[in-house]
Nanobody, 121 residues
């Protein structure tokens, strides 16, 4: 079992920045990818960005150029720096950890409790 604890988030004006962090504990050896998803009211949860233990990253088109994901393997922590935030970025952001087998196959899928990000116009 892997336990994920998120921090960060909050309220920011459009054009501002926020940072999120997520610390993993437990059976870390069972995961190799950590990332962030978000879910806005009435919408499906969607990938924002993910990063593997080796540092390979994957970003949603909406995040490219504005968000940066990074990780500290020694601390088992993943970070998401969000710049130039837009009102449409408003959502609950969830930390995710999994063992990625291939682009579409994964095991051991874990979720954090979620943190609210609100961007005012």
């Amino acid at each position: 079992q892997v336990h994920l604890v998120e921090s960060g988030g909050g309220l920011v004006q459009a054009g501002g920045s926020l940072g999120l962090s997520c610390a993993a504990s437990g059976s870390i050896f069972t995961i190799n990818t950590m990332g962030w998803y978000r879910q806005a009211p009435g919408k499906q949860r969607e990938l924002v960005a993910a990063i593997t233990t080796g540092g390979a990253t994957n970003y949603a088109d909406s995040a490219k150029g504005r968000f940066t994901i990074s990780r500290d393997n020694a601390k088992n922590t993943v970070y998401l720096q969000m710049n130039n935030l837009k009102p449409e970025d408003t959502a609950v952001y969830y930390c995710n950890a999994r063992k990625l087998i291939s682009a579409s196959l994964y095991l051991n899928n874990y979720w954090g409790q979620g943190t609210q990000v609100t961007v005012s116009s």
